[in-house]
C-alpha cells in the first residue's frame, strides 16, 4: 500500500493519478508536464521554459515529501522532440548536483496537452 502525495504548489492531476505515491522508502513521482498550479496553463511555448516548471513541479512534490533533488534516483524525461535534448539537458542540470540520478530521455509520439516536455522521478528516503 503507499501514501498519496498531494501539494498545491504542483499541478492538480488531470487525470485519476495522485502526485506521486509514498511507498515508505521511494517516492513515486508522477510525470510532471509544464503546467503553472495555480492557471493549469503552460508557462510558454518554449521547452526552455517548459522544463523550469517542470522541474519546479518536481521539486514542489519531493519538498511536500520531505525531501529534496538530492533524494532522486531515476528520472525519465520524455521529449516530443529529441532536437530540444540539449536544452532540457541544461536546464536540467541546474536542479542537480553529484551524484546525479540515473536517467533515460526518450523522443514519444505526443505529450499529454501538447507539452514539449514530461520528466518523472522516483526518490529515495535517506
Known sequence: MFTPISTKQAPAAIGPYS???????LLIISGQIPLDPETMEFVSDEVEQQTHQVMKNLGAILK???????????????????NDFSVVNEVYAGYLSEPYPARAAVEVGK?????????????VKE
Open 19 to 25: 502526485q506521486a505515491a509514498d511507498l515508505g522508502n
Open 64 to 82: 511536500e515529501a520531505g525531501l529534496s533533488f538530492k533524494n532522486l534516483a531515476k528520472t525519465t524525461i520524455y521529449l516530443d522532440d529529441m
Open 111 to 123: 505529450l499529454p496537452k501538447g507539452a514539449k516536455v514530461e520528466i518523472e522521478a522516483i526518490a
